[in-house]
């Protein structure tokens, strides 16, 4: 059964950062793409980065040079590490993966005051 599990997020003023941390289980991490998506209410939810297997990223152009999605295959955890937060980056961000199937955590909340 896969897993996914969310820590990270919280409540930061523009301008500051939040660091999001996503454990994944009962998938060979090392050869999956991991994505972290973020929904608004009413809105569907959008690609905010990716990671492959090797270590090729995607940022949707919103927060291209202020975040960083990164892995640690040693401990099946993907990161997503937020800079120059702006009040639009405010959503509930989700961990994703695929494996035939798509497998979403359960979700963190950023919000960020202006």
């Known amino acids: 059964q896969v897993q996914l599990v969310e820590s990270g997020g919280g409540l930061v003023q523009a301008g500051g950062s939040l660091a999001l941390s996503c454990a994944a289980s009962g998938i060979i991490f090392s050869n999956v793409v991991m994505g972290w998506y973020r929904q608004t209410p009413g809105n569907q939810r959008e690609l905010v980065a990716s990671?492959?297997?090797?270590?090729?990223?995607y940022y949707v152009d919103s927060v291209k040079g202020r975040f960083t999605i990164s892995r640690d295959n040693s401990k099946n955890t993907v990161f997503l590490q937020m800079n120059s937060l702006k009040p639009e980056d405010t959503a509930v961000y989700y961990c994703h993966t695929r494996n035939g199937l798509n497998f979403w955590g359960q979700g963190t909340q950023v919000t960020v005051s202006s």
């Open positions: 990671i492959t297997s090797g270590g090729s990223t």
